[in-house]
């Protein structure tokens, strides 16, 4: 179980993320919704320790991990796939895997566990010398994806999965990120501007505006609610 606990997160005077609660259960999917600029990043930020927090605690299974830098938190099992497609742009696929795989040197065989992603993804196999900036939306967010998930965190977190990106890869990117939580339990917060895509996936979710949650519950009633859409009017 994951645990926000009266997150507060600033940059200088801007204050991105106040007073938040929030509890990701163990091998569910939680949704962020939210507008541009709603703060759904910086909450992620801070959760894997990118982002400074002001006040307020993150819990991982009863730890507080609000001190612990971004490695020391991807060593106890977060995972944080970025928005925006942070990859290494001149490097090849197999290189940016083999970095994520290094970034939290854990021992295993580094084959294996690529065999397994080109075994979820068959494109990247084909693609495994191409530079990664060269690559289509696409087939770079399935590197992004696989790279957060050459551990087999037991936390992911993912920062807008589906931007920019055709119907047919998202449908793609979103089947495996359900297939992950079904087959290795791994508890997921997902956020998305797209509520109903986020939802159709997601257990349980919130919906932040101006850096504070203004609603959440479970996924079906949140997805059933006819003023959910009048809480995104205005970030
Ligand atoms: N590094 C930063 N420095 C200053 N302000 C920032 C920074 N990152 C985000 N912000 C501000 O914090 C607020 C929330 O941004 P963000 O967390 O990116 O929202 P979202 O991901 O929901 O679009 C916005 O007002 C944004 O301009
Ligand atoms: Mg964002």
Redo the contacts with the bound molecule.
């Keep these: 179980m994951l645990e926000v606990l009266g997150l507060q997160v600033r ?2 005077s ?1 204050t ?2 106040r007073d938040c609660n929030l509890t990701a259960s163990a091998g569910t999917i939680t949704a962020i919704l ?10 992620m ?1 801070a959760i894997s320790g990118l ?1 400074p927090t002001s006040a307020g605690m993150v819990r991982v299974d009863g730890t507080d991990v609000t001190r612990m830098s971004t490695h020391e938190r991807a060593r106890f099992g977060i995972s944080h796939a970025m ?1 925006g497609r942070r990859l290494f742009h001149r490097m090849s696929v197999e290189e940016n895997l083999k970095l994520a795989w290094d970034f939290r040197n854990r021992g295993g065989v580094f084959s294996q566990a690529l065999d397994q992603v080109f075994a979820r993804f068959p494109i990247l196999a084909e693609r495994r010398a191409s530079q990664a900036g060269l690559m289509s939306g696409g087939q770079q967010q399935m590197l992004i994806l696989s790279a957060a998930l050459i551990h087999k965190p037991r936390y992911l977190l993912l ?1 807008e999965p589906s931007l920019g990106l055709a119907p047919v890869i998202v449908q793609q990117i979103f089947s495996v990120i359900e297939e992950v939580r079904r087959e290795q339990g791994t508890t997921v917060i997902l ?1 998305e501007q797209v509520a109903a895509l986020a939802l159709s996936v997601a257990q349980q979710g919130y919906v ?1 505006r101006r ?1 504070e949650v203004v609603q959440s519950g479970p996924a079906a009633q949140l997805a059933a609610d006819p003023a959910l859409s009048a809480a995104y009017l205005g ?1």
């Design positions: 940059y200088g801007i991105a993320v939210g507008a541009n600029g709603a703060g759904k990043s910086s909450l930020k982002a928005e920062d956020c932040l850096g970030a």
